[in-house]
């Protein structure tokens, strides 16, 4: 490298370090203003429970009786919405669940309501009503209404731990429509 090039490149090098400087961007006025009225994300994972078809009998093994349920699969959902100061929302979610003993991958696409009054500072009680659309996966053209309702705890309006119910509007083998329970957390981000 000659004298020139390596001059040039030291005044560059000192001229980006000398002159540089930090900005800030401020995306709202108040804190107040981001309560009042923004989006939400919502990831929620989760353990579907099925009835055990062995339930109640008695193993000579283990010396205890069968569960009435058991896990049955994942459930992985996740949205976006508005909420109004934390405590009413508006969302749409989509998700997927699978399914063991059914066999059964789906994907429900659904708009859920979302309603979370508060206590006290750092947990409320999280309420969720939801319906849209579920889709089957390699079933042909399996599909039905979806509905969806979660009762949970929100700690610091940032993590909850849910149990939920949800109906898959789809028939199944005998059954006239699927549904599950599922327990499990999500995590909010206002």
Same mark, same amino acid.
């Given at each position: 490298?000659?004298?020139?090039? =390596?001059?040039?490149?030291?005044?560059?090098?000192?001229?980006?370090?000398? !002159?540089?400087? &930090?900005?800030?961007?401020?995306?709202?006025?108040?804190? $107040?203003?981001?309560?009042?009225?923004?989006? #939400?994300?919502?990831? =929620?994972?989760?353990?579907? !429970?099925?009835?055990? @078809?062995?339930?109640?009998?008695? &193993? @000579?093994?283990?010396? $205890?009786?069968?569960?009435?349920?058991? @896990?049955?699969?994942?459930?992985? /959902?996740?949205?976006?919405?508005? /909420?109004?100061?934390?405590?009413?929302?508006?969302?749409?979610?989509?998700?997927? &669940?699978?399914?063991?003993?059914?066999?059964?991958?789906?994907?429900? *696409?659904?708009? *859920?309501?979302?309603?979370?009054? /508060?206590?006290?500072?750092?947990?409320?009680?999280?309420?969720?009503?939801?319906?849209?659309?579920?889709? =089957?996966?390699?079933?042909? &053209?399996?599909?039905?209404?979806?509905?969806?309702?979660?009762?949970?705890?929100?700690?610091?309006? $940032?993590?909850?731990?849910? *149990?939920?119910?949800?109906? #898959?509007?789809?028939?199944?083998?005998? *059954?006239? $429509?699927?549904?599950?329970?599922?327990?499990? !957390?999500?995590? !909010?981000?206002?």
């Amino acid at each position: 490298m000659d004298l020139k090039t =390596a001059l040039l490149s030291f005044v560059l090098l000192a001229s980006v370090s000398l !002159f540089a400087q &930090d900005t800030v961007y401020q995306t709202y006025s108040s804190p $107040e203003e981001k309560e009042n009225g923004m989006l #939400f994300t919502q990831v =929620a994972l989760g353990v579907p !429970f099925n009835l055990n @078809p062995n339930r109640g009998n008695y &193993d @000579p093994v283990t010396e $205890e009786s069968e569960p009435w349920f058991i @896990p049955d699969g994942i459930s992985l /959902h996740g949205g976006a919405g508005i /909420h109004l100061k934390k405590w009413v929302g508006l969302s749409v979610n989509t998700g997927i &669940d699978w399914r063991i003993m059914q066999k059964l991958v789906s994907v429900p *696409i659904y708009g *859920i309501l979302t309603l979370n009054p /508060h206590f006290n500072k750092d947990t409320s009680v999280l309420l969720q009503a939801g319906l849209g659309q579920a889709y =089957a996966l390699g079933r042909g &053209d399996l599909n039905g209404t979806y509905q969806k309702y979660r009762l949970g705890i929100l700690f610091d309006n $940032e993590m909850c731990l849910f *149990i939920d119910g949800s109906l #898959f509007g789809y028939p199944l083998k005998d *059954i006239r $429509e699927t549904g599950t329970f599922t327990i499990g !957390f999500s995590l !909010f981000t206002f």
